[in-house]
């Protein structure tokens, strides 16, 4: 039997839950005996092809920072974003699969190996950074069978272990992203109502406006800058993550500052920690009421609100939240755990789905009564020329077919017509994105369609979108005189043979790396 | 500047007008020796009948399912056939005589089934008549021989107009004109008429090249970048079409605008200020929409052309835009384009949200969500510019909602 696992990539830290022989999710420990563990990388210049994750790099981070890797979920799906280390180029996509494998290899140590998996993502991660999640799980071995929103994967999890019932929303604070989804949850049936994501809010950002304040007081008393190197700036990172951690318990915390003009005590209160990070929860706020709107809600229609995510532990986040919808949100378990735990019961519903002979009956029988029903993640559409109303003039213009948070599996069809007499070919291009400027929606696939000559104008061209439960999605174009038709699929997983080789060859490499 | 090019054009226009006038007016003279020259407003008094006479009305026509104002075109007296059992085919041509028939100007036609053959798009009305059934036929009484749609003629001016049709009954046999007559009609023409048109188009883009000085100089400093985009903008748009011209006067015309230029540049370098109120209100009357956007279009360049814009070009980019009668939601969306916050000196939460005092706190709040919500589906976006952009109004967003809702 192969073991069924969910993993948590996050920004901060990551974990690895298994499913265990009555189909409930467990954490597995690191080798450490750790049941999160940090996702910081270290390249390790005295013990060269050995590659450290996990806590040894993230203290590591404050004697070499420049070997060192932090929050590379960030940059996940980032063309730009490159680390050279030794001569060699890495990329967001390598250096998670340093973390995934990782976790991979410590869990394989006392569960046996390691194969398929489940890797959850925040909800507003477009296909660019789902794909490069994914690549990121093959590279490091794994047989990634779905990817899996974070704040559905904990809704999981907290649907099938705790009593929830009715419009639930999910706050999702993480290390480094946040995400909203509102879920309707009627005992095992869950369905999801909408998601929506801010890609730059999370505990990190909470972390730098204390390390401002720490650089502030520094300078207030001696004119001189606290941090003078990328090693002191790690060290006081990990200290302002420590501070904010102590504000969540107690209303001060205190900390000796050793800059290069002399060392000094600074006291930081929650007061002052809550109007440093006023505009940030306006930010979350925000996406909350933002979420409401979508989902057609007022703060009264939600029933329970859950935390999940380690910046929840915030007091003024709690406190904004009991204010907005009157009652205390639910923090009955493990905030930092639940996505991955939620990853795996994904993990298992997904193998029961497609490949129920391998899941073994005891697992079957845990996860039988689950139903979930997930939403389109962006929305999808197609560049056209209508005649803008106002102006009489022909603009160009994005045109959404598919619309985001619509219930999968889903099908929509739009009409649209040729414009000039005699054309015999169409510019197709697919989007994802929101917007109706076609600049600011991004562009995932262009092909030219062929269509037979000597035809008037304003033939009509049939566009289909199709999107299943596996985020595959089908776009057909038919040319309704001629019944010609082109078929565009897209897949996460099989998007073409180069892709596929490009992971090979990913692999290999990264089969002989060290990695500790 | 404006002035010396109109003058140009009106010269042109005023010289064709002129050959086209005479080219009817020699046709006509060749074809038809017995004219008749009536006035549509002394139609009460008896037609001479052994001559033809027309007049016209303007009614109200049933066509579609629709009312349609028309010119109803009559006739009375004698056609002389050129032999018996003669078919013959009404002509009308219509011109604008306001200024006197040496300087008629013709009625075009919106519809190509009604336009000149070998002069399109000048309007020409043609319709059978019918056998004629005597050697000279007598129509004792008003006789309907057209009804001219007004959505099909296009006039050169708006306003009070006096119309000269033009009527000849032509031989089908050889197309010879066996009978004329004219009239003269009074009529208020509400819409720009072609010649205006052109003259708008014109006067609409002088009038943008000084709302993009205005523009240019709102922070009291003129910057050669700002004053080179005008002037291009300018050469370009304001440059003589005319072929023949490209040769003799078009370097004249070069210079002189040129000069006029550096003449507008001098003034507001002066600290004159220009009544940007004035300005977008006469645009407002003689141009579409479409132009009055391309006109925000260039004030928008103008104010980007150096790298970063003042608090105060803003201001006053706001003004044109209002004053222009745009959209404002669409001239937002031009300012994210053309001016992205990164370059603006001040960041403005007010003037790049679209929040305004008067905004109570739930409208405040309804119009940051609706800010965040687009803004946060672009900070994915692939171009790191727009990643930026959005990155950096995302946190103008988040201090705007704390500072004014709470």
Same mark, same amino acid.
């Given at each position: 039997?192969?073991?069924?696992?969910?993993?948590?990539?996050?920004?901060?830290?990551?974990?690895?839950?298994?499913?265990?022989?009555?189909?409930?999710? $467990?954490?597995?420990?690191?080798?450490?005996?750790?049941?999160?563990?940090?996702?910081?990388?270290?390249?390790?210049?005295?013990?060269?092809?050995? /590659?450290?994750?996990?806590?040894? @790099?993230?203290?590591?981070?404050?004697?070499?920072?420049?070997?060192?890797?932090?929050?590379?979920?960030?940059?996940?799906?980032?063309?730009?974003?490159?680390?050279?280390?030794?001569?060699?180029?890495?990329?967001?996509?390598?250096?998670?699969?340093?973390?995934?494998?990782?976790?991979?290899?410590?869990?394989?140590?006392?569960?046996?190996?390691?194969? $398929?998996?489940?890797?959850?993502?925040?909800?507003?991660?477009? $296909?660019?950074?789902?794909?490069?999640?994914?690549?990121?799980?093959?590279?490091?071995?794994?047989?990634?069978?779905?990817?899996?929103?974070?704040?559905?994967?904990?809704?999981?999890?907290?649907?099938?272990?705790?009593?929830?019932?009715?419009?639930?929303?999910?706050?999702?604070? +993480?290390? +480094?992203?946040?995400?909203?989804?509102?879920?309707?949850?009627?005992?095992?049936?869950?369905? /999801?109502?909408?998601?929506?994501?801010?890609?730059?809010?999370?505990?990190?950002?909470?972390?730098?406006?204390?390390?401002?304040?720490?650089?502030?007081?520094?300078?207030?008393?001696?004119?001189?800058?606290? /941090?003078?190197?990328? =090693?002191?700036?790690?060290?006081?990172?990990? &200290?302002?993550?420590?501070?904010?951690?102590?504000?969540?318990?107690?209303?001060?915390?205190?900390?000796?500052?050793?800059?290069?003009?002399?060392?000094?005590?600074?006291?930081?209160?929650?007061?002052?920690?809550?109007?440093?990070?006023?505009?940030?929860?306006?930010?979350?706020?925000?996406?909350?009421?933002?979420?409401?709107?979508?989902?057609?809600?007022?703060?009264?229609?939600?029933?329970?609100?859950?935390?999940?995510?380690?910046?929840?532990?915030?007091?003024?986040?709690?406190?904004?939240?009991?204010?907005?919808?009157?009652?205390?949100?639910?923090?009955?378990?493990?905030?930092?755990?639940?996505?991955?735990?939620?990853?795996?019961?994904?993990?298992?519903?997904?193998?029961?789905?497609?490949?129920?002979?391998?899941?073994?009956?005891?697992?079957?029988?845990?996860?039988?009564?689950?139903?979930?029903?997930?939403?389109?993640?962006?929305?999808?559409?197609?560049?056209?020329?209508?005649?803008?109303? $106002?102006?009489?003039?022909?603009?160009?213009?994005?045109?959404?077919?598919?619309?985001?948070?619509?219930?999968?599996?889903? =099908?929509?069809?739009?009409?649209?017509?040729?414009?000039?007499?005699?054309?015999?070919?169409?510019?197709?291009?697919? #989007?994802?994105? =929101?917007?109706?400027?076609?600049?600011?929606?991004?562009?995932?696939?262009?092909?030219?369609?062929?269509?037979?000559?000597?035809?008037?104008?304003?033939?009509?061209?049939?566009?289909?979108?199709?999107?299943?439960?596996?985020?595959?999605?089908?776009?057909?174009?038919?040319?309704?005189?001629?019944?010609?038709?082109?078929?565009?699929?897209?897949?996460?997983?099989?998007?073409?043979?180069?892709?596929?080789?490009? /992971?090979?060859?990913?692999?290999?490499?990264?089969?002989?790396?060290?990695?500790? | 500047?404006?002035?010396?090019?109109?003058?140009?054009?009106?010269?042109?226009?005023?010289?064709?007008?002129?050959?086209?006038?005479?080219?009817?007016?020699?046709?006509?003279?060749?074809?038809?020796?017995?004219?008749?020259?009536?006035?549509?407003?002394?139609?009460?008094?008896?037609?001479?009948?052994?001559?033809?006479?027309?007049?016209?009305?303007?009614?109200?026509?049933?066509?579609?399912?629709?009312?349609?104002?028309?010119?109803?075109?009559?006739?009375?007296?004698?056609?002389?056939? @050129?032999?018996?059992?003669?078919?013959?085919?009404?002509?009308?041509?219509?011109?604008?005589?306001?200024?006197?028939?040496?300087?008629?100007?013709?009625?075009?036609?919106?519809?190509?089934?009604?336009?000149?053959?070998? @002069?399109?798009?000048?309007?020409?009305?043609?319709?059978?008549?019918?056998?004629?059934?005597?050697?000279?036929?007598?129509?004792?009484?008003?006789?309907?021989?057209?009804?001219?749609?007004?959505?099909?003629?296009?006039?050169?001016?708006?306003?009070?107009?006096?119309?000269?049709?033009?009527?000849?009954?032509?031989?089908?046999?050889? +197309?010879?004109?066996?009978?004329?007559?004219?009239?003269?009609?009074?009529?208020?023409?509400? @819409?720009?008429?072609?010649?205006?048109?052109?003259?708008?188009?014109?006067?609409?883009?002088?009038?943008?090249?000084?709302?993009?000085?205005?523009?240019?100089?709102?922070?009291?400093?003129?910057?050669?970048?700002?004053?080179?985009?005008?002037?291009?903008?300018?050469? %370009?748009?304001?440059?003589?079409?005319?072929?023949?011209?490209?040769?003799?006067?078009?370097?004249?015309?070069?210079?002189?605008?040129?000069?006029?230029?550096?003449?507008?540049?001098?003034?507001?370098? %002066?600290?004159?200020?220009?009544?940007?109120?004035?300005?977008?209100?006469?645009?407002?009357?003689?141009?579409?929409?479409?132009?009055?956007?391309?006109?925000?279009?260039?004030?928008?360049?103008?104010?980007?052309?150096?790298? #970063?814009?003042?608090?105060?070009?803003?201001?006053?980019?706001?003004?044109?835009?209002?004053?222009? &009668?745009?959209?404002?939601?669409?001239?937002?969306?031009?300012?994210?384009?053309?001016?992205?916050?990164?370059?603006?000196?001040?960041?403005?939460?007010?003037?790049?949200?679209?929040?305004?005092?008067?905004?109570?706190?739930?409208?405040?709040?309804?119009?940051?969500?609706?800010?965040?919500?687009?803004?946060?589906?672009?900070?994915?976006?692939?171009?790191? =510019?727009?990643?930026?952009?959005?990155?950096?109004?995302?946190?103008?967003?988040?201090?705007?909602?704390?500072?004014?809702?709470?």
């Amino acid at each position: 039997m192969s073991n069924i696992v969910g993993i948590d990539l996050g920004t901060t830290f990551s974990e690895l839950a298994i499913l265990n022989a009555i189909g409930k999710p $467990e954490i597995i420990p690191n080798a450490d005996g750790e049941r999160l563990t940090p996702s910081a990388i270290f390249f390790d210049e005295d013990s060269p092809g050995v /590659i450290r994750v996990g806590i040894e @790099a993230l203290n590591a981070r404050h004697l070499n920072a420049e070997r060192s890797v932090r929050w590379i979920k960030r940059h996940m799906g980032d063309a730009n974003y490159r680390k050279e280390i030794d001569g060699k180029i890495w990329t967001p996509v390598e250096l998670s699969a340093l973390i995934l494998k990782k976790l991979k290899q410590e869990c394989s140590v006392e569960h046996g190996e390691i194969h $398929e998996a489940v890797i959850s993502v925040p909800a507003h991660f477009d $296909e660019v950074r789902r794909k490069a999640t994914m690549d990121a799980g093959a590279s490091a071995g794994l047989n990634v069978i779905g990817i899996v929103n974070e704040p559905v994967a904990a809704a999981l999890y907290y649907a099938t272990t705790r009593e929830v019932f009715g419009k639930v929303l999910v706050y999702d604070l +993480g290390g +480094g992203t946040f995400d909203v989804t509102i879920l309707d949850v009627r005992g095992p049936q869950i369905e /999801i109502i909408c998601s929506q994501g801010d890609h730059a809010l999370g505990g990190m950002d909470f972390d730098q406006k204390i390390l401002q304040m720490l650089e502030e007081s520094y300078r207030e008393k001696f004119g001189a800058a606290l /941090i003078t190197s990328d =090693e002191d700036r790690a060290k006081y990172e990990d &200290e302002a993550e420590d501070i904010k951690k102590t504000l969540s318990r107690r209303p001060v915390a205190k900390k000796m500052l050793y800059g290069p003009a002399g060392s000094m005590k600074v006291e930081i209160t929650r007061e002052m920690f809550e109007e440093s990070i006023d505009s940030l929860i306006a930010r979350a706020d925000i996406l909350v009421e933002v979420a409401l709107e979508e989902a057609g809600l007022e703060p009264a229609g939600i029933n329970k609100v859950l935390l999940v995510g380690g910046s929840t532990r915030i007091p003024l986040v709690q406190q904004r939240l009991e204010k907005m919808f009157g009652f205390a949100p639910d923090k009955t378990v493990n905030v930092d755990e639940c996505v991955a735990l939620g990853a795996a019961l994904h993990a298992g519903l997904t193998t029961l789905r497609d490949k129920p002979e391998a899941v073994p009956a005891g697992i079957a029988s845990g996860l039988r009564d689950i139903i979930l029903r997930d939403v389109c993640n962006h929305s999808y559409g197609t560049i056209c020329a209508p005649l803008d109303k $106002e102006t009489g003039r022909r603009v160009i213009q994005n045109r959404i077919i598919l619309k985001k948070n619509t219930p999968l599996p889903c =099908e929509t069809s739009q009409m649209f017509y040729t414009m000039s007499q005699g054309q015999t070919a169409l510019e197709i291009t697919i #989007t994802q994105g =929101e917007d109706a400027d076609p600049e600011y929606v991004n562009k995932i696939a262009t092909h030219k369609f062929e269509l037979p000559p000597g035809r008037p104008a304003e033939c009509p061209i049939k566009v289909t979108y199709r999107y299943d439960v596996n985020q595959r999605m089908h776009c057909q174009f038919q040319d309704l005189q001629s019944g010609r038709t082109l078929e565009v699929d897209f897949c996460l997983d099989h998007d073409g043979q180069s892709r596929q080789v490009g /992971i090979q060859e990913k692999t290999s490499q990264l089969e002989h790396v060290t990695v500790q | 500047m404006s002035q010396f090019n109109s003058n140009i054009r009106s010269s042109l226009l005023r010289t064709a007008y002129c050959i086209l006038g005479l080219l009817h007016a020699q046709r006509a003279t060749h074809a038809c020796p017995e004219r008749s020259r009536g006035d549509a407003s002394r139609t009460t008094t008896l037609p001479d009948l052994s001559i033809l006479n027309c007049r016209v009305q303007l009614t109200k026509q049933k066509a579609d399912n629709s009312i349609s104002d028309t010119f109803t075109i009559e006739l009375s007296g004698s056609i002389r056939a @050129a032999s018996e059992s003669d078919y013959a085919t009404v002509q009308i041509l219509i011109t604008d005589a306001t200024e006197g028939t040496d300087r008629a100007k013709p009625v075009h036609s919106q519809s190509k089934q009604w336009q000149m053959q070998d @002069a399109p798009p000048v309007f020409c009305y043609r319709a059978d008549l019918g056998r004629l059934p005597n050697r000279v036929t007598t129509l004792s009484d008003w006789t309907t021989v057209a009804h001219l749609n007004l959505d099909w003629l296009l006039f050169p001016h708006k306003g009070k107009r006096t119309l000269q049709f033009s009527t000849s009954v032509l031989s089908s046999q050889n +197309g010879q004109e066996i009978a004329y007559a004219e009239c003269l009609f009074a009529y208020e023409n509400p @819409a720009f008429g072609y010649v205006d048109l052109q003259e708008n188009i014109h006067r609409a883009k002088s009038l943008a090249v000084a709302l993009a000085f205005a523009v240019s100089a709102a922070d009291n400093k003129m910057y050669h970048s700002e004053v080179q985009l005008i002037k291009n903008w300018a050469k %370009k748009e304001l440059r003589i079409e005319n072929s023949e011209l490209r040769n003799s006067t078009f370097y004249i015309l070069h210079s002189k605008l040129e000069e006029a230029l550096d003449h507008a540049v001098g003034f507001f370098q %002066k600290g004159n200020q220009l009544d940007i109120y004035k300005v977008c209100k006469e645009i407002v009357e003689i141009a579409p929409l479409s132009e009055r956007y391309d006109i925000l279009d260039l004030c928008l360049q103008v104010a980007r052309a150096k790298g #970063t814009v003042a608090a105060e070009e803003l201001v006053v980019l706001k003004y044109i835009a209002t004053w222009l &009668e745009v959209d404002m939601d669409r001239f937002r969306a031009m300012m994210e384009k053309r001016l992205p916050v990164n370059i603006h000196q001040v960041k403005d939460a007010k003037v790049v949200l679209g929040l305004s005092s008067d905004m109570g706190k739930e409208r405040t709040r309804r119009q940051l969500n609706k800010q965040y919500r687009q803004w946060n589906s672009r900070v994915t976006n692939a171009d790191p =510019e727009i990643q930026a952009q959005a990155d950096q109004m995302l946190r103008l967003i988040a201090e705007a909602r704390s500072q004014y809702v709470g």
